[in-house]
RNA sequence: GCCCCCAUCGUCUAGCGGUCUAGGACGUCGCCCUCUCACGGCGAAAACAGGGGUUCGAGUCCCCUUGGGGGCGCCA
């Protein structure tokens, strides 16, 4: 049997590093397999969800590499929701309800000052036939629940192992609105059984879910698929990521200059066995994969972490996997650039510094005027090349005496008016000749 | 308030009653390499949340406490 999976965002906000972990998981498990993994937009909600919202999933997706094989929108199946609707309807399963929000608001609040949980009493089961008729005549429109068993759903999760759901403690939930709009809950079942989703995997947050859930799978007569819940995400300090999540959309991070690829190596070994390490490919994510590796306790996530692995990636990345970004910051120089410069950076886009320490102009830093006259004047008239560096500042150290930190220093800052960065060798021959000339002249070059 | 889940180095974790004076990875620190930083090599420091049980024996099983997470919507 092949294996279906689904990422099913709402568009209601852009994509966090919460969200990719679902997403990335999901695709991992996909291609691990060799399912498919459908990307489901649950935009059941019209007044939040956004255009905008579902253009900024599809290119932070892109962006990322998680690429999806089948596409849905909940907007464009409501008669199949209408369906399942009269079905449940059909087999006793869904009851109308008139209560307002108002009246369920302060019926949740007096039971959680009566130091009890706050659940539906059902009140609506109990009305008789010309009450209904009584409410329907003032007007009053019906919310449509679900009525729920009342037993221990159990079910195995791949992750959190036997699970049990108390149906008993949980509220009725609303399927359908007044207004006729559905919420995400039946929806989400009906597409799960219409695209034959094999494996539900989605963060800890939905384990409750899943006790409703799979009465509505049974009631509907479709087959159960397996769960696998993983813990959720907190920050470095431990405390909920969603109180943070502004500064950690992957619109951020990309504006920031993560490379997809460290979000990716980071948010697919978070919280497993395996060592975090930075990944130059989705494959080779896709190699060690495994859902049993997912430990039950929450990770801290640490933005820190993206930056380290960030930089680990730069430093192994050839120039064509970087090319077409370096030329979008503007940077030219090639593959001798990149080489020379990608130990010294953390973000791509600094090398953009690194290019204008190159280009210029430049104020050269001249700690000692007559070393860096003695050095200009021995500097080589042919093009420079790799070896031009040690064989100049041999010269210049026989001329002057001068040797280590004392010799390399100040040529370093008149060159480059920095103290550290990449290789003077390699950096040398991309400075060229009549930049190097004038600073250490001194003059702006 | 009620229900559920979790708890090993700073972080992610291995550990499924004796082989644990607790292993690995990342980070940190030191040394080496070196013109600086980085890279690389070598090495070091660093943890079983606390308290009760069970057992010949507990990081491993049970209970409590503490701490963290999740849930209790006409949100998803």
């Known amino acids: 049997m092949t294996t279906v999976v689904r990422f099913a965002p709402s568009p209601t906000g852009k994509l966090h590093v919460g969200n990719i972990r679902a997403a990335l998981t999901n695709y991992l498990f996909a291609r691990k397999t060799g399912g498919k993994f459908l990307l489901r937009l649950d935009d059941t909600d019209i007044e939040r969800s956004t255009e905008e919202n579902?253009?900024?999933?599809?290119?932070?997706?892109?962006?990322?590499?998680?690429?999806?094989?089948?596409?849905?929108?909940?907007?464009?199946?409501?008669?199949?929701?209408?369906a399942a609707a009269d079905k449940l309807r059909t087999v006793g399963r869904l009851y109308p309800a008139y209560e307002t929000p108002d009246e369920l608001e302060?019926?949740?609040?007096?039971?959680?000052?009566?130091?009890?949980?706050?659940?539906?009493?059902?009140?609506?089961?109990?009305?008789?036939?010309?009450?209904?008729?009584?409410?329907?005549?003032?007007?009053?429109?019906p919310h449509w629940r679900f009525k729920l068993s009342g037993k221990s759903v159990e079910f195995n999760d791949i992750i959190r192992g036997s699970v049990h759901i108390e149906t008993a403690s949980?509220?009725?939930?609303?399927?359908?609105?007044?207004?006729?709009?559905?919420?995400?809950?039946?929806?989400?079942?009906?597409?799960?059984?219409?695209?034959?989703?094999?494996?539900?995997?989605?963060?800890?947050?939905?384990?409750?879910?899943?006790?409703?859930?799979?009465?509505?799978?049974?009631?509907?007569?479709?087959?159960?698929?397996?769960?696998?819940?993983?813990?959720?995400?907190?920050?470095?300090?431990?405390?909920?990521?969603?109180?943070?999540?502004?500064?950690?959309?992957?619109?951020?991070?990309?504006?920031?200059?993560?490379?997809?690829?460290?979000?990716?190596?980071?948010?697919?070994?978070?919280?497993?066995?395996?060592?975090?390490?930075?990944?130059?490919?989705?494959?080779?994510?896709?190699?060690?994969?495994?859902?049993?590796?997912?430990?039950?306790?929450?990770?801290?996530f640490d933005p820190n972490d993206l930056k380290a692995i960030n930089h680990k990636l730069l430093h192994a990345m050839p120039y064509d996997a970087v090319a077409s970004g370096l030329s979008r910051l503007g940077v030219g120089g090639g593959a001798p650039f990149w080489e020379a410069v990608r130990d010294n950076i953390q973000l791509l886009n600094e090398a953009r510094g690194w290019w204008h320490v190159i280009e210029g102009p430049l104020e050269p830093v001249?700690?000692?005027?007559?070393?860096?006259?003695?050095?200009?004047?021995?500097?080589?008239?042919?093009?420079?090349?790799?070896?031009?560096?040690?064989?100049?500042?041999?010269?210049?150290?026989?001329?002057?005496?001068?040797?280590?930190?004392?010799?390399?220093?100040?040529?370093?800052?008149?060159?480059?008016?920095?103290?550290?960065?990449?290789?003077?060798?390699?950096?040398?021959?991309l400075i060229g000749p009549e930049r190097a000339a004038k600073r250490l002249a001194g003059q702006a070059a």
């Open 106 to 141: 302060r019926r949740r609040k007096r039971q959680l000052a009566q130091h009890k949980p706050p659940v539906y009493d059902r009140a609506a089961l109990s009305l008789t036939p010309e009450q209904r008729a009584d409410l329907e005549a003032k007007g009053r429109k």
């Open 366 to 429: 001249i700690e000692d005027a007559s070393l860096a006259e003695s050095a200009r004047a021995l500097l080589p008239n042919g093009p420079f090349t790799d070896a031009t560096w040690n064989e100049w500042t041999s010269a210049v150290s026989a001329k002057t005496g001068a040797k280590g930190k004392a010799l390399f220093r100040p040529l370093r800052l008149a060159l480059t008016g920095q103290p550290h960065g990449p290789e003077m060798r390699k950096l040398l021959p």
């Open 170 to 300: 949980l509220s009725d939930p609303v399927l359908i609105r007044e207004d006729g709009r559905f919420l995400y809950t039946l929806p989400s079942v009906v597409d799960d059984i219409d695209f034959a989703i094999t494996h539900i995997i989605r963060g800890e947050d939905h384990v409750t879910n899943t006790g409703v859930q799979v009465e509505i799978f049974e009631a509907l007569g479709a087959p159960i698929p397996a769960f696998a819940h993983f813990s959720m995400l907190v920050g470095a300090g431990g405390e909920a990521l969603s109180k943070r999540l502004g500064s950690l959309s992957i619109e951020g991070l990309r504006e920031e200059g993560i490379e997809p690829q460290a979000i990716n190596s980071l948010l697919a070994k978070l919280g497993t066995s395996d060592p975090v390490v930075p990944r130059a490919t989705l494959d080779e994510l896709v190699a060690d994969f495994d859902l049993a590796k997912f430990s039950r306790a929450p990770a801290h």
């Open 54 to 82: 579902a253009q900024g999933i599809h290119t932070d997706l892109a962006w990322l590499g998680l690429t999806h094989d089948l596409f849905a929108k909940q907007s464009e199946r409501t008669a199949a929701y209408e």
